[in-house]
C-alpha cells in the first residue's frame, strides 16, 4: 500500500470518526504555502485543527511520534492562516491528532495533542 492511499484512506477513516462523534467537518486538506491542514473541524464552540497519520501498524513507533515539533510549528502557522482567511473566531482552539493502524482497523484520537507556537487573535 503506497503512502498516497495510506493518507487518503486514514483521512476518510477519520472525517467518518469525527462525524460520528458528531464533530461539523469544515475543510479536508486545507493548503497554503506553508503546509497543509489535515481536516478542520467544529466541536461544539471550538475549532479543532486534526493531524492524521496512519500506519500499518505500529513497528517502528506509534503513529502519533512522527509528529515532531517542526511539524506542529508547520500546523499551527497553516491554522492561523486559516483563521484570518476565513474570519473564523471561535471561542477556542484546539489540536487534535488521530492514530489510525490501517492492519488493525484500530483508531487512537489524542484529544488537545499539543499547544500552537502562534499566538491567535480573534
Same mark, same amino acid.
Do not use: H, P, W
Given at each position: 500500500m503506497n503512502n498516497l492511499y495510506k493518507g487518503r484512506k486514514g483521512e476518510d477513516i477519520a472525517a467518518e470518526f469525527f462525524?460520528?462523534?458528531?464533530?461539523?467537518?469544515?475543510? +479536508?486538506?486545507?493548503?497554503?504555502?506553508?503546509?497543509?491542514?489535515d481536516l478542520v473541524a467544529q466541536d461544539k464552540d471550538t475549532l479543532v485543527f486534526i493531524?492524521?497519520?496512519?500506519?500499518?501498524?505500529?513497528?517502528?513507533?506509534a503513529p502519533g511520534e512522527a509528529l515532531t515539533s517542526f511539524k506542529r510549528r508547520k500546523i499551527s502557522q497553516v491554522a492561523a492562516q486559516y483563521i484570518? +482567511?476565513?474570519k473564523a473566531a471561535p471561542a477556542a482552539v484546539r489540536f487534535d491528532v488521530l492514530e489510525i493502524f490501517l492492519s488493525e482497523g484500530r483508531v487512537n484520537h489524542i484529544e488537545d495533542a499539543f499547544e500552537s507556537c502562534v499566538r491567535f487573535s480573534f
Open positions: 462525524i460520528s462523534k458528531q464533530y461539523r467537518i469544515l475543510c +479536508r486538506n486545507y493548503k497554503t504555502a506553508v503546509g497543509e491542514l493531524e492524521v497519520k496512519s500506519r500499518m501498524s505500529d513497528k517502528y513507533g484570518k +482567511r476565513k
